[in-house]
Each structure stands twice: as C-alpha cells, then as structure tokens.
C-alpha cells in the first residue's frame, strides 16, 4: 500500500521538482541578463590623433614609427640645412672677398708711392713721440681693403638671406613630414565625433604641434645672433696679417725701428743729397744769396728723387711678393671667417634640433602610451 | 495527445536553457575567436534549421495526410526529402546569422528582460494552444497551429515590447552630419575580437546608422507623416526578424516532445 502511494506520488514530485528547476533557472536567467554586462573587445590601446583637422587612430607601435620618422626627417632637415647656410655663406663670402681682392693693386699703388711713404714714416714718428698710434696704421690699411661696414653690411645681409632661406627650408621640411605622415596615416583615419557626442580629447594635435612648432622656429631664426661672434672678424682681424705682410709693427718698438729705418733713409738721402747740394751751390754760386736758397731745392728735389728711387727700387722687389702675401692673408681671413660663421649657425641649428628632438619626444611618448578608447553606450543602438 | 505538468517544466527548462545560451552569446560574443563563434553560430543554426525541419515535414505529412490517397506514389515524392532540409538547414543559417549578430549588438537590459520572459512563454503559449486547437484541429497538424498560434501571440507582445523600448532608447543626433560620417561613425565603433564576427558587427552597425540618419533627416519632426510611418515600419520589420529568428532558435524546445508523426506532445 505505501509502496503504491510511493509510486504514485513519485512522478507528482518530480515534475514538481522540475517545475522548482524551470523557474529557478528562468529566476536566474532574468538576474544574469539585468546583472551582468557583456564584454567589450577594445584591442590594444590605441591612440587618437588629429592631423590637418581630421582623425587617426594609431597602435602604439605605429606611434612609435611616427616618433622615428620624425626624428629621422628633423635630424636629415638639419643636414640639409647646414648645407644651405654652408652655401649662403659661401656665396657671399666669395662676393666680399672678391672686391677686397680688386683693391688689392690699388692698395699696392697707394702702398708704394711717395706719399704712402711719406704717410707711414710720419705715422711712425709720431709714434714715437706718442702722438700717433702705431696700430692704426695696419688698420688703416686693412679698411682700404676690407671696410668695416661693408663688412658688417655683408654679414647683415648673410644673416637675412640664411635666415629668410631657412624659413623656407624649414616651411618645406615640415610640409614634407606632413606628406609623410599623411600617407602613413591614411589608412588609420576614423570619423570625427558625433556632434553634442562625450568623447576623449585626441591624445595630439599635431595642427597645434605643427603650428607651435612653426612660432618657435621663426623666433628662434629672428634673433639676430649669428652675427655677433662674426662681426668680429673683418677688417680688424685683417690688420695683424697686413702689418705681418707689409712690415707694418704695432708698439712704441715698432714704430721706433719705423722711424728708425725712416732716419736711416733721411741720412742716406742726406748722403746722397751732399754732392748734389755742393754741385748745386756750385751751380747757384754766381747767384749769391740766392744760392742758399737754390741749395735748399736742389737738396730737397734729391731727396725726392732719392725717395721715389728707393720707392720704385721697393716695388720692384717687393711688390708681386706683398700682393701675394696679401691675397693669402684674405684668403686665410675666409677661411676664419667661414669657420667662425659656420660654427655660429651649427650652433644654432643644433639648438634648434635639439629643441625640436626635445619637442618630438615630449609630444609622441606621452602619445605612444596611448589611451584605451571606450566608445559611448549612447553611440550604439538600435531602432531610428 | 496530451501533455503533462513534467514535460511543460522540462520544456520550459530547455527553453530557459536555450535563451541563456543566446544571452551568453551576447555576453562572450565581442571577445570571441572567428572559431568560437562559428561553432555558436553553428548551434543557434541547427537549433534553428532543426525546428524549421520539424515543422515542415509536420505540414507536409498533415498535407499528404489530407490531399493524397494512401496507396499513391505521389506521397513519396511529395514528403520532400531533399528539398525540406535544405530550405530548413539554409533558412536556419541565414537566421541563426541574423540572430547571432543582433544578440551580440542588443545592449537594453530591458530587451533581454523580454527575451529571457518570452522563452517560457513560448512554451506556456504552445501547450495553451494547443489545449485550445486539439478539439478543432486534426492531431497531425496540431503541434504547427499550436506553434503559429503560439508564436505569433507571443511575437507579437515582444515586438511591441521591443519596438516601445526602441521608441524611448537614446539615439546619437545625426541632425547635422551626413550619410557618410555617421555610418563611419556607427561602423567605427564596432569591436570584436573576431575578424569575422567584426565584420558582421560593422555590417549591421552601418544598417542601423543608415536606418537612423534616415529617420533623423526625413523626420525631422515627430508627427503623421507617411515617412515617419515607413521609418516606424522599418524598425517593425527589423524587429519581427530577430524575433521570428529568436522564436526559431527556441522551437526545438517547445517542439522536441512532439513524435513525427503529430499524435503526441510531450511524449508522455
């Protein structure tokens, strides 16, 4: 009998059981559904970046290439920039130097006549009494060859033309990496947010990078700094290599072996004048009175002529030797002027790259570390 | 034909079953490998392609049944031995498709509220009608009245669930961009780890971007107009798809006691 009753509840309590299991798994089905969230497949971190107003969305490793080709293209740009201000230089160096050559024979012709003689002997006693400055006549002489502001004129208008030139390197140098980097990110473009949509900033904007790079630059080539260290060159440092090449000495000593050598002159004319003077006096005799007089002339017209003689005698044998000596003296200026000029603006680009490393740097690692981007729950839907 | 309090439970338990496994689909579908979801897909297929045979040879033998003298050789060519489960395998594909896609991108908690509410209701429904039809209908062709009376009740309460909840969702303002831009932008936020499954993500986000720029440019304001009704049409006709497609994928659970033959559900 209970064995019956057994049986025949059995299968009421199953289905029962059944009926427990039914609802509890739909129970538990509606609290998974309202409870948990699905998963989001977000990749590898990505960054976003906004290139001539439009979007990219590059993986770390990509901004890391982007980091690399731009050091590479700002390092290669410097290079080339080098080579331009190396050529500006040279231009107009060439040019500068080239008129200080063609002042070379008339500087010759004013060296070796009476009254370049005459100037130089005055100038080196007057030294020796204090009166005038030993110095100052290498200067002097070097100024005829290579005025001070034409020199300056030249470097002024190097420093405008190279930093014009550079700009323009420059504007090419950063449209060539836009080109670059446009090409690369071409297939990394992704739609602009939606309007009124809440989305991160773009991780870099490389419009601002560009154009604060740009500002930057142009300040940088502004300054008028180039110059300075080369305006030091010119005629000044020219006058050590004349007084060396046309015997010109600076100091008291120098000019007393000037004057020296001026007395020694005076005292051979004056040896040479004796005769002449007798001869003269001699010639002048019959004049009476007047024959002190007529000596006086006849003496000095001797120590003229002796003067032009000895002058003449001095260019013959000197002169091709002294030009040379001067041609080599701007020649070596040139090349210390080209050193010092190039060293300047090395200087400068290479402040400026590093500047521009610094900038690289600062702006793609923060961007290479990238952000994970989590679209809106608002930006998928369905329906209309 | 009759039906026990067991069989209901267990089919209810099937049926339960059946829908957490769509909602585990939606879960796990973004972070899926193409293989893992071919193989859900695959499933959800079967399932699908399985409840289409199982209705279709119930229809045709009810037809048979009715139309064709027992003796004649017509029956055989009739039964459709070919042409069914290959309309059946091939309908089960594109809707398991259809259905895999629309579970991975529907995110309303609502929506699976109506979804996980509307598996024991099939089943509920289906044993109810065919309480109800088994003194009108003939037992070979109950189980598929049953099930079209059935799903159609049930089909219809979630489309019009489903349909109030897409009327009152928050939409991207697209007012201002053009076609182009918000279906990148629909496209674009689509992620999955699968290739494959991205693909169809993005394929479907671009629908609904077109779907949704449509509605926001030609129906600038809410009113009568027959555009807004197309549009409303539209978003009807999208959601009785992955309804119908939903209720598919459940039928093995309400049809799996019915024998080929028609005369028992439940098999009791």
Do not use: N
């Not at chain 1, 010119?234 to 090449?245: T, Y």
């Not at chain 1, 603006?345 to 981007?373: C, H, K, M, N, W």
């Not at chain 2, 699968?194 to 779907?211: F, P, S, W």
Request: aromatic share 6%; glycine share 10%.
């Amino acid at each position: 009998m209970a064995a019956t009753a057994s049986a025949a509840t059995s299968p009421y309590r199953g289905r029962k059981g059944e009926a427990f299991a039914a609802l509890g798994a739909a129970a538990a089905l509606v609290w998974l559904v309202t409870h948990v969230e699905p998963l989001v497949w977000s990749g590898p971190p990505e960054t976003e970046i906004v290139l001539d107003g439009t979007r990219y969305r590059l993986e770390p490793e990509q901004v890391r290439e982007l980091e690399v080709l731009s050091l590479e293209h700002f390092a290669a740009g410097e290079d080339a920039a080098r080579a331009l201000v190396a050529a500006q230089i040279d231009a107009r160096l060439d040019a500068v130097f080239a008129r200080a050559r063609q002042r070379i024979p008339a500087f010759l012709d004013e060296h070796y006549s009476l009254r370049g003689e005459y100037a130089r002997a005055l100038v080196s006693a007057g030294a020796l009494v204090g009166l005038a400055d030993p110095s100052g006549l290498a200067e002097r002489a070097a100024a005829k060859l290579l005025p001070e502001q034409e020199w300056a004129d030249e470097l002024a208008r190097l420093e405008a033309a190279a930093a014009e030139r550079l700009a323009a390197h420059r504007e090419r140098l950063r449209a060539g990496w836009l080109a670059e980097v446009s090409a690369r990110l071409e297939h990394r473009r992704v739609p602009a947010p939606l309007p009124g949509a809440r989305e991160a900033p773009p991780a870099l904007v490389i419009d601002d990078w560009l154009a604060e790079l740009a500002a930057r630059e142009q300040s940088a080539f502004a300054v008028r700094q180039t110059i300075g260290a080369a305006t030091a060159i010119g005629a000044g440092a020219l006058a050590p290599a004349l007084a060396r090449a046309a015997g010109f000495r600076a100091g008291r000593a120098a000019a007393a072996r000037g004057a020296a050598r001026g007395g020694a002159r005076v005292g051979a004319a004056a040896g040479r004048v004796g005769p002449a003077a007798v001869g003269g006096a001699a010639v002048c005799a019959p004049g009476g009175p007047v024959a002190v007089i007529c000596a006086v002339l006849a003496g000095a017209g001797a120590w003229l002529a002796s003067d032009w003689a000895l002058v003449r005698l001095d260019e013959a044998l000197h002169r091709d030797d002294l030009e040379r000596t001067l041609d080599a003296a701007l020649g070596e200026l040139r090349v210390r002027a080209e050193a010092e000029l190039l060293a300047a603006y090395d200087a400068l680009l290479a402040r400026e790259q590093a500047r521009v490393e610094s900038e690289i740097r600062r702006t793609f690692v923060p961007a290479a570390a990238g952000r994970e981007r989590v679209p809106s729950a608002a930006e998928k839907g369905k329906g209309p | 034909m009759t039906s026990g309090f067991g069989t209901v439970s267990r089919s209810v338990l099937l049926a339960v079953a059946m829908a957490g496994f769509a909602w585990l689909v939606h879960v796990y579908g973004c972070v899926l490998p193409d293989a893992v979801a071919a193989a859900a897909w695959l499933i959800i297929a079967i399932s699908i392609g399985w409840g289409a045979l199982r209705r279709a040879r119930l229809r045709r033998a009810a037809f048979i049944g009715a139309y064709v003298r027992a003796g004649s050789g017509l029956s055989r060519w009739l039964r459709g031995r070919l042409l069914i489960p290959v309309r059946s395998a091939l309908a089960g594909a594109l809707l398991a498709l259809v259905l895999v896609v629309s579970l991975v991108r529907l995110e309303s908690r609502e929506a699976w509220v109506v979804l996980a509410a509307g598996a024991p209701a099939l089943v509920l429904g289906f044993r109810l009608a065919a309480r109800a039809l088994s003194a009108h209908i003939a037992s070979g062709y109950l189980p598929v009245a049953a099930w079209r009376a059935a799903a159609s009740a049930v089909g219809a309460l979630m489309i019009a669930a489903l349909v109030a909840l897409a009327f009152h969702a928050p939409y991207p303002d697209l007012g201002d961009v053009g076609l182009e831009r918000a279906v990148w932008h629909f496209v674009d936020a689509e992620r999955a780890r699968g290739a494959t499954v991205q693909i169809l993500l993005q394929l479907a986000a671009a629908a609904d971007a077109l779907r949704l720029w449509l509605a926001q440019q030609l129906m600038p304001a809410p009113g009568a107009s027959m555009a807004e009704a197309l549009g409303w049409l539209a978003v009807l006709a999208e959601e009785a798809v992955f309804v119908w497609s939903y209720l598919s994928y459940l039928c093995p659970a309400v049809l799996g006691g019915v024998t080929h033959g028609g005369d028992r559900i439940g098999g009791d």
